[in-house]
């Protein structure tokens, strides 16, 4: 891909092609292939061209992506998806050439405290939508209550990005739920991906958890429990927002056969939502996704498609789209009804940051030995209807 035509506008996606967030960048990289003819027809009479580059999922190979969209397809809009390593390092590197930068998938705590933001003064040139690690712990809460009142609750959280951000004394996880009454056990920080948790798992018995939340990955995840079990470690319940991006497995993960793990849902073909683009619903979307890939649809999905809506709604909206700073002030007052719901970045938790709103899920065991996720709270979208009662054990 190079430079386009004349008056051409240019949206460069970093997306994780290869390397271990290779499907996370899956709903992206369908993203900018349905939209593209109709964006290269043009939008409010601008031409708009995307262009991307793999991130290869590592922050260097982020760094070098923005440079080259940038560079060589003349981007004058970077957009990218999660990793907690990776976004902040497309973000930082767009900071640094002055380029407004939209993301998505992971809390805005992470994205922004880990950056070394600061309270009252915003990022100049990178936007981001998402949830906090407080809508988290609200959902989690919800969940862990239908075991009972205040809870005793195991963290597993690792020592990077992520743990420093759930740890967050103001910030982070822990003052939303002790103001519920449950007390966090946090035995302190693993190293990714782990080799064993017998020292964690002797801290949660000694302290009588019997709920257990998290942000693993499937495999560390899968050698906890299968280690707490070994042990004699009851877990009633494991909340994970992690786990969260796939709506089934072709089976469940060794060590995860019997586990109850909810998690957070952001993102469902239910959600009624439509793009701002061409009025595709959720439903559609998901639907021409699986009929496109021919595998089911993802969380991201909605989130990936409504990274594209907003950023060319910035272009093509801006009063000079050939002006960084107009766009970036657009980014910074856009209001708009995406096909992931309304995103506000002037209602936001602090500047720059628009939120989406959060409801509960569980994996139920699917059809042929799939993992389904059944919504099971709906608190903060009540007009999503559940579907299944959360399952602990006894």
């Not at 002055?98 to 809390?107: H, N």
Request: hydrophobic share 40%; charged share 20%.
């Amino acid at each position: 891909m190079g430079r386009g035509r004349a008056g051409e506008l240019c949206v460069g996606a970093v997306v994780s092609r290869t390397g271990r967030l290779a499907r996370l960048g899956d709903p992206l990289l369908y993203a900018l292939g349905r939209l593209a003819p109709r964006l290269a027809d043009g939008v409010r009479g601008r031409p708009v061209r995307l262009a991307w580059r793999d991130s290869r999922s590592d922050p260097d190979g982020a760094r070098r992506a923005v440079a080259e969209l940038v560079r060589d397809e003349g981007a004058s809009t970077i957009v990218a998806m999660g990793g907690t390593r990776v976004l902040p390092a497309v973000a930082d590197a767009c900071e640094v050439l002055g380029i407004p930068c939209l993301s998505t998938g992971s809390p805005w705590q992470a994205y922004a405290l880990d950056r070394g933001a600061e309270p009252g003064r915003a990022f100049r040139w990178t936007f981001h939508f998402g949830w906090g690690l407080d809508d988290i712990a609200a959902v989690f809460a919800e969940m862990w209550e239908r075991v009972g009142p205040r809870r005793t609750v195991g963290c597993l959280w690792n020592d990077g990005p992520q743990g420093r951000a759930l740890r967050h004394p103001r910030h982070g996880f822990a003052p939303v739920v002790a103001a519920r009454g449950h007390t966090l056990v946090d035995p302190g920080g693993y190293r990714e991906p782990a080799t064993g948790f017998a020292g964690i798992v002797r801290r949660f018995k000694e302290a009588g958890t019997d709920v257990v939340t998290g942000a693993a990955t499937v495999a560390d995840l899968a050698l906890f429990h299968r280690q707490a079990r070994e042990a004699g470690l009851r877990t009633r319940l494991i909340t994970c927002s992690r786990w969260l991006a796939y709506p089934r497995f072709t089976a469940a993960p060794d060590g995860l056969t019997n586990a109850r793990i909810a998690t957070l849902v952001y993102w469902t073909p239910r959600h009624p939502y439509r793009s701002s683009l061409d009025d595709t619903t959720a439903a559609r979307l998901a639907q021409d996704y699986r009929s496109t890939t021919g595998r089911p649809w993802l969380q991201p999905l909605g989130p990936a498609h409504a990274l594209l809506e907003v950023a060319v709604h910035a272009l093509t909206t801006a009063a000079d789209p050939t002006d960084r700073h107009a766009v970036a002030a657009t980014l910074g007052t856009t209001r708009l009804a995406t096909v992931a719901g309304l995103l506000d970045f002037t209602a936001g938790p602090v500047r720059n940051v628009a939120l989406l709103p959060l409801i509960g899920g569980q994996w139920r065991p699917g059809q042929g030995g799939a993992r389904e996720l059944a919504l099971v709270t709906n608190a903060r979208l009540p007009h999503i209807k559940r579907d299944a009662d959360l399952t602990v054990g006894l």
